[in-house]
């Protein structure tokens, strides 16, 4: 029986000129105070009010791991490396056949893509309910480990961030 990946829905990655995600050119309806946009198949809005809660708690502002969330979903259920590549933090660190690189660029990610994100990995990283994600001060947790999203700040002040994500890996 072959299931497929949850539909997500559609979003586009802008980048400004200093490398921040920038939010989506699309017109948006007027947000409630304190509502988050989630991605379909969340879960309820009483579980993602509470996964919100703890984001706002620990690491800031729940709508931007929100929006990242759904970007990785979908970029990783597209096979699409380019749009993984420009979410990932670097230099970053993965273990290529046994062993563990050092990526400093998107391009060095994008070469060794298949060896990162693997279908097994693909599969834990599309399947997350969003409502469903562990948050701790390290960052959020897709699955057992097998990813991690984390704010990085964007300048001394420490006001501002970019959700990246930070580990992709094998949770044995």
Same mark, same amino acid.
């Given at each position: 029986?072959? +299931?497929?990946? *949850?539909?997500?829905?559609?979003?586009?990655?802008?980048?400004?000129?200093?490398? #921040?995600?920038?939010?989506?050119?699309?017109?948006?309806?007027?947000?409630?105070?304190?509502?988050?946009?989630?991605?379909?198949?969340?879960?309820?809005?009483?579980? +993602? +009010?509470?996964?919100?809660?703890?984001? !706002?708690?620990?690491?800031?502002? *729940?709508?931007?791991?929100?929006?990242?969330?759904?970007?990785?979903?979908?970029?990783?259920?597209?096979?699409?490396? @380019?749009?993984?590549?420009?979410?990932?933090?670097?230099?970053? +660190?993965?273990? /290529?056949?046994?062993? @563990?690189?050092?990526?400093?660029?998107?391009?060095?990610?994008?070469? #060794?893509?298949?060896?990162?994100?693997?279908?097994?990995?693909?599969?834990? /990283?599309? @399947?997350?309910?969003?409502?469903?994600?562990?948050?701790?001060? !390290?960052?959020?947790?897709?699955?057992?480990?097998?990813?991690?999203? #984390?704010? /990085?700040?964007?300048?001394?002040?420490?006001?501002?961030?970019?959700? @990246?994500? /930070?580990?992709?890996?094998?949770?044995?």
């Amino acid at each position: 029986m072959q +299931t497929k990946p *949850p539909r997500l829905a559609a979003v586009v990655l802008v980048s400004s000129a200093a490398g #921040h995600l920038a939010d989506p050119p699309v017109a948006a309806p007027p947000a409630a105070p304190n509502l988050v946009a989630v991605p379909p198949d969340a879960g309820t809005a009483e579980d +993602t +009010t509470a996964v919100n809660a703890r984001i !706002q708690a620990v690491l800031g502002d *729940p709508s931007k791991y929100a929006r990242a969330f759904a970007l990785f979903q979908r970029a990783v259920a597209a096979r699409d490396a @380019r749009a993984v590549a420009a979410l990932v933090a670097y230099p970053f +660190t993965a273990t /290529i056949g046994g062993r @563990r690189v050092k990526l400093p660029d998107a391009a060095s990610f994008m070469r #060794h893509y298949d060896a990162i994100v693997m279908p097994v990995i693909a599969s834990v /990283i599309t @399947r997350q309910r969003y409502a469903d994600l562990f948050v701790n001060e !390290q960052g959020v947790m897709f699955g057992q480990g097998e990813a991690w999203l #984390h704010g /990085i700040r964007g300048d001394a002040a420490r006001e501002d961030f970019d959700v @990246r994500v /930070i580990a992709i890996q094998s949770a044995n």
